[in-house]
Structure formats: structure tokens, C-alpha cells
């Protein structure tokens, strides 16, 4: 009969950036059992409607997650729109599709290297970061800022790119398509890679539908779901395929996020070269009221924003719900977890692409 | 069965040119459109307080009584909703950062006080309403940051407390008949 | 900016952040502009590390950690918060769950505002901590107290090492 102990697992350790809690229950080398424990990065940021206004309301939702932060900005958005009925310039929602899609861009390459920082390989991590520094700049030099953007606002974007910088966005992304299939052949090919990946964290497609699990997570186990195909943007007249796999462990996680950043690039190039020139935003009068729900596809899968207001017409909101897409696969992560190895726990938790602030809120 | 896929990457990282910027030793060249700190004209601020009303983390204080508008750079989010929303135009986004110290900078800046000249410019005037014209329909009442004008439909009155006004125009902008004027 | 002649390594922890200036500060790390350079290494071990960044507020629950991650590491040390929300809580601070910022549970050394922090920044402002922290080791050669600022050194002063050049070093870079 073998002793299990219970080893401590974050909120502070080298591996992830991310202060999640879990106390891993070991029987010689073996998880038996994880159990999670979160609330370190919980700010009560839904209780804020009360004191901001719903036009500032956007700066705060647009702060629940550094990285997800555009799709952020653009759901709350969208959902006070659609409650007040608000129809938006046609060049707006292209801008705001193309700004969405590099955010998924850049949320991949981030992936792909703290997934290889994850096992070790320190080099094909400095070298994806470099490469998604060019994203950067290209958001830097629309918007104004690297990391947070602050660029939706009820009724439309704040600033406006023009013809001729959108053709030199076209071209940096040819460049970046490059040097990113340099850097994907290794993560799809390279053996001491997928011996790090293959088998690991296996989760089949009955799994995953009773766990609910949303965004690549499910597409890598051969469920068929991407909001793209349904919500809002322009993804109808752009022509889009969700990247599906079907193998179920990390290594097929891999892929469909791969497949999605080549799958962007295109669809940003597509959007570059029909975008129509109108305005980009349309006067807003009057106070919030009504009620709307919609979902969106970010980076990290399905997230759903609700908007309500009061009966009468006021400057407050009374309700915000966000509900995010990391939210849902943390029950599919604890139960890749049990029957794994302990070297094999960071690919795990890294493999849902975890966004504790996003949980959190 | 492919071994050291990465070696392309590592030959060509030995011979291109390398892609660190050398920062504190070659400075940095900003994008136009930058977020950095915000900066102030102060001949042109009239006190107004828009700014600080529309700040989402309150982190400007105007002081009417003091003359003074003071930023806390260890509050500011670079989101430009001041900006935005400042009726005389007299604040704009800088592309540097506020420098990194070891204590909380607090930057104040004295604003000058406006000389009262008969028939003067547009900061020191009185707001007017043209009565002929005035539908009484109150709109530049609900939209007056400082709760100075009064309007009764019924009885077709329109006052204002000077005193409160703080002439930021926004009156004049929301009005549809265009009868109010800061002269 | 003057090289510093002990390389400082940094332990970084995200308390409460949106997870913006993590990645910048990860930012720093990578090759665009690599404070490898410097000898700078993110370890995850508290016990090896001189300078604490910490990013984002301080709630009910994390309040024990970042204590805890503070009081491990040994003297002399110094913390460096990243990010308005480090600084003053931002825009979190009339959130219930949010205590302030960083300087609410542990003494802050260096204050870098941004909302994300630029890796610029970053940057000029471990550079400021560096200057700091080659004071407090200054102070503890000569027997004194780092975390304090009498003059006075006590009776029997510990034997000290010649080793200060390196204090005009770093203080140049101020």
C-alpha cells in the first residue's frame, strides 16, 4: 500500500505566471486527485456598474485580463449596443474584426511560448515572443498601447486607421506568417517536443461534452464549435472554417491554436482588402435601459456578456455579467489532471491556456 | 522522426542582425499615436472640472478656488477620456511615460487667472439666453454638469446661478434650438 | 547607464493583475529588450532573489502570500511595484475585495506607473531599485539597520569587506 502525500502547488511558482491553487494529491510519481483553489485575483469588478457610468463601464471590463483584453472591450460593448438598440458603422465592425483577430494572433504565439518555457525549451520561447513583439507594434501604432488598448466605445472604435496603413499591415503580416512557420514546424515535428505532448492529458470528445469545455480545448477533441460562425462581426462576408482536430491530448491542442493563428492571418488580409470607408462611430444620447446577452469567440474559447439596466432610463447599469471561457475548462483541467505523471502537471494546466484573472474577475 | 528542428532558426538568429533594441543605451523612438502622460495648456483651462467627472479612476483634482489642476501620475490609466471630453481643448496625450521614482508623483499645475475685460473672450463671459427663441425644453438643464440653470415649462421661466456656472459650453453644444451663447 | 557589477536576480509574482504588465514583464525577458544583458534571471525561488516586482492590487487573499514571498527573501532587498494598480490600486480601488496597493502590506521601493507598463519602463525602473538597493547594501556592510535611515552605526560594528565601488557605480545611473 503506498503513502500519498499532498504537495502545494502555486500560487507562487516558477513555471506559470498565472496564481492558481492546487493541492496535488501523489501516490509515487502519480496524481491521484487535484484540487483547485482560486480567489487570489478576485477584484468584485461587476459590483463597479453601481458607481461608473455605462460609458466608462468599458475601461473597467476592458482590465479583467491583459491578454483577452480587445475581445473584453468589444463584448461589453456590444451588449450595451444591443440593448439600446445602437446600429454601428459598417467600418467599425470591420476595424474592430481586424483588431480582434490579431489579439488572437498575438494570444497564440504568448501560448506557444510559455507552453515551451513550460518543458524547458527556453530558446523556442525568446524566439516566439520575438516574433510576436511585430504584433505589438502594429497595435502600438493603431491604438496607441501594447498590452491594453482602449480603443471601443459605445458606438463604435475612437480611432480610425487609414487605407494606406492597412496595406502596410497586409505585408507585416506576410512577414510574420513566415517566420511563424519556422518556428510551428518545430512545435508540430520536432521528437523531443512531442514526447513531451503526445499521449499527455488525453481528454475524449464524451469528456469534453460533459464538462462543457469551450474554445480548442473542445475543437481538439472533435467538437465542432466556434461562435465565429454565429455572433456578431463581419466573419460572414469574410468566409471562415474552425480548425478542428480530433486526437484529444496536448499535442492536438497545439495544433488547432497553430491552424487558428495561420486561419486569422488570412481572415485579417481578407478584411484589409474589403473594409468600406464610412465613419467609424455614431453619436450616443440618452441613458442605458433594456436588457441584452450575446457571446463571442476569443482566443481562449466562448465567452458570454449580459447587460441590464434599470427600469427607468439612468446613466448606471444595474447589471454586468461576464462569464469567460477559462471559467469552463477548469473542470476538464482537474480531470486531465488525475492519472498523470508530476512532470506532466505544467503541460496540463498550461494546455486549457489558463487566464486566472478572467476567472476571477 | 525529425531532430533539432530548430537548428534553421538558431543558424539564422547567428548571422541576421540581432533584434534586441539596446534600450537604455539607444533611446527609444515613439509611434504617433502613443499613450504616454497627459500634458496641459493652462493658459487655456477654465476650470471647468469635465475632466475630472469623466476620469475613471478620479485621478484629477480641479480646485476652482485654488486655481489648481492636479494629476496623480500614479493613478492615470493613458486612457484619454479627458481628452476627449475637455470642451476647450486644452489637454493632449504625450508620447512619453511618466518616469518610474520612488515615490508617488503628484504633478500640479497652476492654472492663470483670467484677466475680466469688458466684452472679453469666452472663458470670462456670460452665458446668455436668447428667451424669443427658447423652447423651454430643458435639455441644457439635464445635461449641466453643475446643476446651475433651472427650467419650468409650465410657467416658461429659464434661471441661472452664476455663481455655480462654470461656462464649459456644454449647454450651448446640447442645445436644439441654439439660443444659448457664452459671450 | 552604467553596468551593474552585481547581477540582480528577480523573483516576480502577480498579485491581483489583469496579467498586462506580467507579460511585460516577461516582455523584458525575451530579446526585443533582454535584461539578460544586465545578468537580470527571473527565478521562482524567494531565497535567491534580490528584488521582488509584483504587479497588480492587494486583496483579503493574497495579502498573506506577497507577506510571505517578502519576508523569505533575504536582506538586502528591495520591491519594485509595476503598474498603477501596484501603485495605487487604479482603477480597482473602490472595488470591495481590493485593500490598495502593494504598499498597503509591504514597504515599496520603486514606483513604475503605466497601465500596462511599458518594458521601457520596466526597465529605467529596476534600474532606480538597483540604485536603492546598493545603498541598503552599503548601509549593511557598515552594521547598520537597511531598512532604516539613522547614521549612527552601533558599538560593535560586523567586520565589513572593502567591496563599496560598486554603490558610485549604481549611483550614477540614477
Known amino acids: 500500500m503506498s503513502k500519498r502525500t499532498i504537495i502545494p502547488f502555486g500560487p507562487q511558482h516558477p513555471v506559470l505566471p498565472e496564481p492558481v491553487h492546487l493541492d496535488l494529491v501523489i501516490e509515487d510519481e502519480k496524481v491521484v486527485e487535484a484540487i483547485p483553489s482560486i480567489g487570489f485575483i478576485h477584484r468584485g469588478l461587476e459590483k463597479l456598474v453601481e458607481k461608473k457610468e455605462y460609458t466608462e463601464m468599458v475601461y473597467v471590463i476592458e482590465r479583467i485580463c491583459g491578454i483577452c483584453s480587445f475581445g473584453h472591450g468589444w463584448g461589453c460593448v456590444s451588449a450595451i449596443e444591443g440593448a439600446m438598440d445602437i446600429e454601428v458603422p459598417a467600418r467599425a465592425d470591420y476595424l474592430r474584426t481586424i483588431w480582434h483577430e490579431l489579439s488572437r494572433v498575438h494570444s497564440h504565439l504568448l501560448w506557444l511560448g510559455l ?247 | 522522426m525529425s531532430v533539432f528542428k530548430i537548428g534553421k532558426v538558431v543558424m539564422g538568429s547567428l548571422f541576421k542582425k540581432p533584434a534586441t533594441l539596446m534600450y537604455p543605451v539607444v533611446p527609444r523612438e515613439w509611434q504617433e499615436r502613443t499613450r504616454g502622460h497627459i500634458d496641459i495648456n493652462e493658459p487655456d483651462c477654465i476650470l471647468c472640472g469635465m475632466c475630472m467627472r469623466k476620469c475613471p479612476t478620479n485621478a484629477i483634482t480641479v480646485d476652482r478656488d485654488a486655481h489648481t489642476w492636479v494629476i496623480q501620475r500614479m493613478k492615470c490609466i493613458q486612457c484619454g477620456c479627458c481628452t476627449d471630453n475637455c470642451p476647450k481643448k486644452c489637454l493632449t496625450m504625450a508620447q512619453t511615460y511618466t518616469a518610474p521614482s520612488v515615490t508617488k508623483v503628484i504633478d500640479t499645475f497652476e492654472i492663470p487667472q483670467k484677466e475680466k475685460a469688458a466684452g472679453g473672450g469666452a472663458a470670462d463671459g456670460k452665458l446668455q439666453n436668447n428667451q424669443d427663441e427658447c423652447i423651454y425644453c430643458g435639455i441644457c438643464a439635464k445635461n449641466c454638469p453643475q446643476e446651475a440653470i433651472e427650467v419650468n415649462r409650465d410657467e416658461k421661466s429659464w434661471k441661472l446661478d452664476e455663481d455655480k456656472c462654470v461656462k464649459c459650453g456644454l449647454c450651448t453644444e446640447k442645445c436644439p434650438k441654439k439660443c444659448l451663447e457664452i459671450k | 547607464m552604467s553596468y551593474v557589477a552585481k547581477s540582480p536576480w528577480i523573483i516576480h509574482y502577480d498579485g491581483s493583475s489583469c496579467n498586462g504588465c506580467d507579460i511585460e514583464v516577461l516582455a523584458c525577458l525575451t530579446p526585443m529588450y533582454d535584461v539578460e544583458r544586465f545578468g537580470i534571471i527571473n527565478t521562482g525561488n524567494p531565497k535567491h532573489a534580490d528584488v521582488f516586482m509584483i504587479t497588480g492590487a492587494v486583496n483579503e487573499r493574497n495579502k498573506a502570500v506577497i507577506k510571505q514571498i517578502y519576508d523569505q527573501m533575504p536582506e538586502p532587498k528591495v520591491v519594485v511595484a509595476i503598474g498603477i494598480c501596484a501603485c495605487s490600486g487604479g482603477i480597482w480601488e473602490e472595488c470591495y475585495n481590493v485593500l490598495g496597493g502593494i504598499d498597503k502590506v509591504i514597504p515599496v521601493d520603486c514606483y513604475i506607473p503605466g497601465c500596462a507598463a511599458r518594458p521601457e519602463a520596466i526597465i529605467d525602473g529596476v534600474v532606480a531599485g538597483l540604485g536603492v538597493l546598493a545603498g541598503k547594501r552599503e548601509r549593511m556592510e557598515k552594521g547598520l539597520d537597511p531598512e532604516g535611515t539613522d547614521e549612527a552605526a552601533p558599538e560593535a560594528a560586523v567586520g565589513a569587506p572593502a567591496g563599496t565601488e560598486t554603490a558610485e557605480a549604481e549611483k550614477e545611473a540614477e
Open chain 1, 115 to 361: 507552453l515551451a518555457d513550460g518543458f524547458g525549451f527556453e530558446s523556442l520561447f525568446n524566439h516566439t515572443w520575438r516574433v510576436r513583439e511585430a504584433v505589438l507594434d502594429i497595435f502600438e501604432e493603431t491604438t496607441g498601447g501594447r498590452v491594453i488598448f482602449s480603443v471601443c466605445k459605445v458606438g463604435g472604435v475612437r480611432k480610425d486607421i487609414d487605407n494606406a496603413t492597412l496595406k502596410g499591415i497586409s505585408e507585416k503580416l506576410d512577414e510574420i506568417r513566415k517566420e511563424t512557420a519556422e518556428l510551428t514546424d518545430v512545435f508540430i515535428e520536432d521528437t523531443s517536443v512531442k514526447n513531451r505532448l503526445c499521449g499527455v492529458g488525453y481528454l475524449s470528445k464524451e469528456d469534453a461534452t460533459d464538462l462543457c469545455t469551450v474554445g480548442p480545448m473542445a475543437r481538439a477533441s472533435g467538437i465542432v464549435q466556434d461562435i465565429r460562425l454565429t455572433g456578431n462581426g463581419v466573419y460572414d462576408d469574410l468566409g471562415f472554417e474552425p480548425c478542428i482536430e480530433t486526437a484529444g491530448d496536448c499535442w492536438a491542442r497545439c495544433k488547432v491554436r497553430i491552424d487558428e493563428i495561420y486561419a486569422s492571418i488570412d481572415l485579417i488580409q481578407r478584411a484589409i482588402e474589403k473594409i468600406p470607408d464610412s465613419e467609424i462611430a455614431v453619436p450616443v444620447k440618452g441613458n442605458f435601459h433594456g436588457e441584452f446577452a450575446l457571446r463571442m469567440e476569443q482566443p481562449r474559447g466562448e465567452a458570454f456578456y449580459y447587460a441590464k439596466g434599470f427600469d427607468e432610463p439612468t446613466k448606471y447599469m444595474e447589471r454586468m455579467r461576464v462569464r469567460t471561457p477559462t471559467n469552463m475548462n477548469i473542470p476538464a483541467m482537474v480531470k486531465t489532471l488525475q492519472g498523470c505523471d508530476l512532470a506532466d502537471v505544467p503541460m496540463n494546466i498550461l494546455t486549457i491556456d489558463p487566464c486566472i484573472s478572467c476567472t476571477e474577475r
